[in-house]
């Protein structure tokens, strides 16, 4: 008989005092500095041979070259194991199982196991574990027949090992106590996932019995089967008959139905088309008599608003002819009233244009004494330019008066009051005559 442990597969040593062993975490095995746990981990940190306060689940400590450490795993681990054993009846058979523990006092467990190198450590205990179950599973396969070998895994087998080994590597314990039990692990569940016979021979002949019951099970089923078929069958056939003339007739009166309903909705259609046309014929005249009526409020619309622009057309002839009467009247008498005072205008302008005549010659004149005393001081000639200039500029002034005499006066008509006239310069000066004709011009015009 063999036994056969397989361990999780971790990486190894291949050089030094620790070739071949497992690779340890570097951050676990620090000889001094701060040393941190995982959640699923418990740290225990020891001190002068106790365990402070520093420990604890996912803890983390301070490490001195002379402190301990030691981080122990709480997670769920599983292994297998595989054992050969004959039954009660002289079979051997081959036990293959799978166990699923967990270290649930790490207080206990390091005491129990060196977790300065964790790696080791675990290997180490499910190798233990694994020989355990291998011995167990052999005692107990030696005491049972085959039979329940095979058919009994969780009873026969995983119940009594699971407590067979359980009291063992369980138990309780604290810092303080020193008569403790167990090693603080606890096997959640143990399952026996298979059990091979290893002789051919024998697990044939245990197959023939059943071998030959499957094949009388077989052929008894067979033959229901082809009675069964043969039943079947003419059940069908006679259903199928019956189901043609039920659907023949469901059929028939399908299409009875169906002629009915034609019918049903031809009558309906026709009905409506009726309907449908006698409406639109009662629309087509509601259309129409509206539209005449229509017709003939616009026609009375045009017809009123022709007699009232023809009525407009007629008042507004009557006022353009009182207009003209009226306009014609007042141009008459405008006409009669304006005639002595264009008449006048007419003879100041020609007593101006007289006067425009002699300015003209006087400016020539003074233009030849200008030219005669341009030797003179440049005081005196440009004193004298300036008087010219005013002069001119008035002469002007008195020009555009006079021109503007005719307007102002058929403006004014007859109700010009007093115009005052202001003389510059001495009785010689040659613009006197031109301020008496104006004087008179303006006479004229307030007589006229």
Request: glycine fraction near 6%; aromatic fraction near 4%.
């Amino acid at each position: 008989m063999t036994t056969n442990v397989q361990a999780l597969d971790r990486p190894r040593v291949d050089v030094g005092w620790r070739a071949g062993r497992p690779v340890e975490d570097p951050n676990k095995m620090k000889l001094w500095g701060w040393v941190t746990a995982k959640p699923s981990e418990h740290l225990i940190h020891v001190r002068g041979g106790r365990v402070t306060k520093r420990s604890g689940q996912g803890a983390t400590c301070f490490k001195w070259p002379w402190d301990s450490v030691a981080i122990v795993p709480t997670s769920l681990q599983e292994f297998k194991f595989r054992a050969d054993q004959v039954t009660a009846e002289k079979v051997g058979v081959e036990v293959v199982g799978l166990a699923v523990y967990r270290i649930s006092d790490p207080l206990l467990a390091f005491r129990v196991l060196n977790f300065s190198y964790p790696e080791r450590a675990q290997e180490k205990l499910e190798r233990t574990l694994s020989s355990m179950f291998v011995g167990a599973t052999r005692r107990i396969v030696a005491t049972l027949p085959i039979e329940d070998c095979l058919r009994k895994r969780k009873a026969a087998l995983a119940e009594e090992l699971l407590a067979e080994i359980a009291p063992v590597v369980g138990g309780s314990g604290s810092t303080d106590d020193i008569t403790y039990q167990g090693w603080g692990v606890v096997i959640d569940t143990i399952e026996i996932q298979e059990v091979r016979v290893l002789s051919e021979s024998v697990f044939a002949a245990m197959q023939t019995p059943f071998r030959a019951a499957l094949d009388r099970e077989a052929r008894e089923a067979r033959a229901m089967a082809d009675q069964a078929i043969v039943e079947r069958e003419t059940s069908c056939k006679r259903e199928t008959e019956l189901a043609q003339l039920r659907v023949a007739t469901e059929l028939n009166d399908e299409r009875a139905a169906a002629e009915r309903r034609r019918l049903e909705g031809e009558a309906r259609n026709a009905r409506r088309q009726s309907e449908l046309e006698a409406e639109h014929q009662r629309a087509a005249l509601d259309e129409q008599l509206a539209a005449e009526q229509q017709q003939l409020a616009h026609r009375a619309d045009l017809d009123r608003q022709r007699a009232e622009l023809e009525r407009s057309r007629t008042e507004s002839a009557a006022r353009n002819a009182v207009q003209a009467t009226e306009l014609a009247a007042t141009e008459a008498e405008a006409a009669s009233a304006s005639f002595p005072a264009r008449q006048a205008a007419q003879e100041n302008l020609a007593e101006l244009e007289r006067l425009r005549a002699a300015l003209a010659a006087e400016l020539r004149r003074r233009a030849a004494e200008a030219a005669r005393d341009e030797g003179l001081a440049q005081a005196e000639a440009a004193l004298k330019q300036a008087q010219a200039g005013t002069v001119n500029a008035e002469s002007e002034a008195r020009l555009e008066l006079a021109r503007q005499l005719p307007a102002l006066a058929e403006a004014l008509g007859g109700n010009m009051g007093e115009i005052k006239v202001t003389q510059i310069g001495s009785d010689q000066n040659p613009f006197a005559q031109i301020a008496g004709a104006l004087v008179a011009l303006l006479d004229v015009a307030r007589n006229g």
